[in-house]
């Protein structure tokens, strides 16, 4: 029973990676704009992160470095496309090989470098329940507080005003402009928001997932949470469940070479991005679905008076 409990808590810490670059990507796609570059984002925002804890000792200052790097970036691309018009794609794509390179770079004098002691966290009374309690109520506060995340952009997104017209320039900037509103710097908010969150991910994995520094540690996590709006058709509940769903999927490896299951430990280590590519598959069997529930304008350019 302790190995499914030890599953279950581990799973809930790799969705939450995935969780929290999968909403900054969503807000991303809610305005309109697609940005393939949470690869590189969450890089540069893992080793600033692990940077910054290493030189203060400061866990919260880790993930404000972390999140100042992924919005930073993500601010320099939507100044790319939002203004300058560039294509998204390319720059996303310029974006992630960026982050690789120069994560890279900055991170090597950090290989060997070694954080403090990690702090341990417990809910008291619900972390003592058998089973639950070590699964459940011993996360790191970042876990509980991506779940409270998703709720609050479920109601920003579909109960609140700000929402409303975040949603109309992600349908139709055309409208959204000739009813006054500022597309272009309402698009730039959405795509820093949506960095800052990847970058969060971003240095939850190298300060408390992982805690060390490791060149392209991400491993594909940013891919994987690109390709979870469009598995969670853009729904904030839906992105979290999925999270949970490919973090359950990543950590199985782990759990069937601990009980002994003779299956080379490079299959195993295939199945997150197999579930990935299976999942897109069947997606991409009902094109209507999914063009019902993307936004209308996503990865269009917008030219105000054009």
């Known amino acids: 029973m302790e190995s499914y ?18 909403l900054g990507l969503l807000i991303n796609e809610k ?4 940005n393939l570059g949470a690869e590189g984002m969450m890089l540069c925002a893992a080793i600033a992160g692990y940077a910054t804890v290493v030189h203060t000792g400061s866990d919260w200052l880790g993930f404000l470095a972390g999140m100042g790097a992924g ?17 998204q794609y390319a720059t996303g794509l310029a974006l992630s090989l960026f982050g690789v390179g120069f994560s890279a770079f900055a991170g090597i004098n950090y290989v060997q470098a070694k954080l403090p002691e990690r702090p341990q966290f417990a809910i008291p009374g619900l972390a003592d329940i058998p089973l639950l309690g070590p699964a459940l109520f011993r996360q790191h506060p970042l876990v509980y507080l991506t779940m409270a995340l ?13 929402g409303l017209v975040l949603r109309s320039v992600g349908e139709s900037p055309e409208s959204a402009h000739a009813l006054g509103y500022p597309v272009r710097r309402i698009r730039l908010a959405a795509v820093v928001a949506g960095g ?4 969060l991910a971003g240095a939850f994995i190298s300060i408390s997932y992982t805690p060390l520094w490791v060149e392209g540690m991400v491993a594909g996590r940013g891919w994987i949470a690109l390709a979870l709006t ?8 839906r992105v979290l469940l999925g999270a949970y769903l490919f973090g359950g999927v990543t950590m199985l490896q ?37 063009r019902i529930n993307m936004p209308a304008s996503l990865g269009k350019p917008f030219h105000p008076g054009a």
């Open 5 to 22: 409990a030890l599953l279950l808590g581990s799973t809930l810490n790799a969705g939450t990676v995935l969780a929290l670059a999968a």
């Open 31 to 34: 305005s309109g704009i697609v």
């Open 71 to 87: 919005a930073l970036l993500a601010a320099v691309f939507g100044l790319l496309v939002i203004w300058l018009n560039t294509n």
């Open 150 to 162: 998703m709720l609050g952009l479920s109601w920003f997104l579909y109960r609140s005003r700000t």
């Open 196 to 199: 800052a969150l990847c970058g």
């Open 230 to 237: 469009t598995f969670a058709t853009w729904r904030p509940a």
């Open 254 to 290: 782990f759990h069937l070479q601990g009980v002994g299951v003779n299956v080379p430990s490079q299959v195993l280590s295939m199945l997150p991005y197999l579930a990935t590519i299976v999942v897109l598959a069947l997606i991409s069997r009902n094109p209507t679905w999914i």
